[in-house]
């Protein structure tokens, strides 16, 4: 079936770089898009989403680029910090229904 | 915080048995999504409810169940525990509208199949 999955597990960067996960997806269905973080023990947080219509958006020291035509997604994070430390994942909602689709994560580690 | 919770935050139970967990959404919010995530690996989507019907389902047996009730808080089911089903069960809950597209979730419980 479709789904969503990550190019590399692990990330490992030094405090004040910028990280980049990056994000490939399958469905081209899929209509809207989140990046989701989760710390050990917790459940995942949400950090910024775009929909289909754009490929670009900006937070707080985090932005989310999308490609539709090699549907790809990737989460930038400016100058990491060792709060950053976590696993993100990616997600996508296809125009179909409710339901996200996650990928299998990447681990981002912040050395100091 | 997402104001979101579930209880309880760990469960142990033994294979065969049934076990009942609970969410209540983040206020103002009417749709209910349920994820299973086993270790190592991203959510994998249960079910939702919205305005108590079940709104769509993943590829999970008629074991695994679910109800929301009319104040939007809802519970999972799973009977006849398998031990497979050991996993962290998180509800997240969406903003009125039905659609739920982004969805903000619990701290998620810990179920330990046995």
């Known amino acids: 079936g479709e789904s969503v999955g990550l190019h590399l597990p692990t990330l490992s960067v030094q405090e004040g770089d910028n990280s980049i996960i990056n994000c490939a997806y399958s469905n081209s269905a899929s209509d809207y898009f989140i990046w989701y973080k989760q710390e050990s023990g917790k459940g995942p947080q949400f950090i910024i989403d775009i929909r289909s219509n754009m490929d670009k958006r900006q937070g707080q020291r985090v932005t989310v680029l999308l490609n539709k035509t090699v549907k790809h997604l990737s989460l930038q994070i400016a100058a990491t910090q060792p709060g950053d430390s976590a696993v993100y994942f990616c997600a996508e909602r296809d125009n179909a229904g409710n339901m996200l689709t996650f990928g299998g994560g990447t681990r981002l580690m912040v050395k100091p | 915080e997402t104001g979101v919770t579930q209880s309880p935050t760990h469960l142990i139970k033994t294979r065969g048995q049934q076990v009942t967990l609970r969410c209540s959404s983040q206020?103002?919010?009417?749709?209910v999504s349920w994820y299973q995530q086993a270790l190592g690996q991203g959510p994998q989507f249960i079910f939702q409810y919205y305005r108590e019907e079940e709104n769509g389902r993943g590829n999970f047996p008629p074991r695994f169940s679910g109800l929301q009730f009319p104040n939007y808080s809802s519970e999972l089911n799973v009977n006849a525990l398998e031990l497979d089903d050991s996993a962290l069960y998180l509800c997240a809950s969406s903003p009125t509208g039905g659609q739920a597209e982004t969805q903000y979730f619990g701290p998620g419980t810990r179920l330990l199949v046995l």
């Open positions: 206020s103002g919010h009417n749709t």
